[in-house]
Structure formats: C-alpha cells, structure tokens
T-cell receptor, first 112, second 114 residues
C-alpha cells in the first residue's frame, strides 16, 4: 500500500548548521511532495513543496530535492536558527484527490 | 481572508458516546480533508469532501463518517467512541481537489475519550 518513510525521527543541530531530513515513498504514481512544519500546539504549516516534474526547489534557507527514480525526496535547511525548532513532516500525494500520505515526522532541535 | 476554523477546540467524551466535529474552510475553498493525529500513528488521512461528495476515504472503521454542506463547511462524526479515538483531529481546506493543491490546516479539535 501507500507508505512514506521519514528519517531521522529526531535531529539536533547547533545554530548555524545545516539540517537534512529524508523521505522515501512507495507509490510510483505520487506526483506532489509537500513539507509541513508543526510547532508545539500549533497547526501544520506548509513550508515548501515540489512536484514530480521538478528535481529541486529552493526558498531562501529551505530547499527540497526529488529523485523520482529512487523515490526519495529530502528537505535541506541551511543556517538553522532556534525558531526552526519544530516537528517536520513530509508527505506524498497522487491522483485526483487531495489525500496526503504523511511521514512519521522529524523533531528538529536547534541548539543556540 | 480568515483561515480554516474548527469547533470545538477541545472535547472530552466517554466510551460509547458519539461526537461531531466541525470545520469551516477558507472562503472560496471547496475541498475539505480530515486527518487524525496521534503520537503513535502520526497523521493519517480520514476522508476528503469536495462539492458535497466524498472523494476519498482512508483506512478507518465505519464509525468514522463525514459530510459537507453546500457552503463547503464540513462535519465529521465518530460513533461508539473508543479510548483509541483520543487524538487531534485536523481538517485542511483547498480551493479544489486533485494532487498538487496546497492544503491549509485548521487548529484542530483535541478529543479525549475517557
């Protein structure tokens, strides 16, 4: 069935370092890959997304890469700041509906 | 534009009861999806409604149901509550249905089943 695996489950970095979170999806028909940030007690918020016809997308300190052959996509955060501390979820979607299959989340802690 | 709103924000119920949760999408959005979030299972898709029709359903028992009204507001209902139904229930709205549409989440309803 549809599945998205996400690693690592926790990640601790020093302020200013880079952070990388990786996801693997199983459904080869997946064509949309959003990343959500969820702060404690808050709603998930979209931070970046990528579609299957693009290999990389960047938005300031955040970038996402997609390898369709390997069914991998990754989130890269550079120059991390304490306010980047949150849980990050990757997701995948396909077909004619908005159904998102989420990864299990990565708790990112940025140490000042 | 006002964001996605959900009511109530918190609910406490006992086993065997039923509950109805409400979601008001962003004005103009016609798709509403529901997700269950738990520490153990993460974020799991429940169902999506678009133009008052259920477009897709996740792997949940029939005790979980939903509907959408002509103004795009959506409700989900859980009957015969079980302890394991304790979770944060999130809805997300989108202008239309189909992979690739950005979805905007509401603040969630925290359901506790005793």
């Amino acid at each position: 069935g549809e599945n998205v695996e996400q690693h690592p489950s926790t990640l601790s970095v020093q302020e200013g370092d880079s952070a990388v979170i990786k996801c693997t999806y199983s459904d080869s028909a997946s064509n949309y890959f959003p990343w959500y940030k969820q702060e404690l007690g808050k709603r998930p918020q979209l931070i970046i997304d990528i579609r299957s016809n693009v290999g990389e997308k960047k938005d300031q300190r955040i970038a996402v890469t997609l390898n369709k052959t390997a069914k991998h996509f990754s989130l890269h955060i550079t120059e991390t700041q304490p306010e980047d501390s949150a849980v990050y979820f990757c997701a995948a979607s396909s077909g004619a509906t908005n159904k998102l299959i989420f990864g299990t989340g990565t708790l990112l802690a940025v140490q000042p | 534009k006002a964001g996605v709103t959900q009511t109530p924000r918190y609910l406490i119920k006992t086993r065997g009861q039923q509950v109805t949760l409400s979601c008001s999408p962003i004005s103009g959005h016609r798709s509403v999806s529901w997700y269950q979030q738990t520490p153990g299972q993460g974020l799991q898709f429940l169902f999506e409604y678009f133009s008052e029709t259920q477009r897709n359903k996740g792997n949940f028992p029939g005790r979980f149901s939903g509907r959408q009204f002509s103004n795009s507001r959506s409700e989900m209902n859980v009957s015969t509550l079980e302890l394991g139904d304790s979770a944060l229930y999130l809805c997300a709205s989108s202008p239309t249905s189909g992979s690739g549409n950005e979805q905007f989440f509401g603040p969630g309803t925290r359901l506790t089943v005793l």
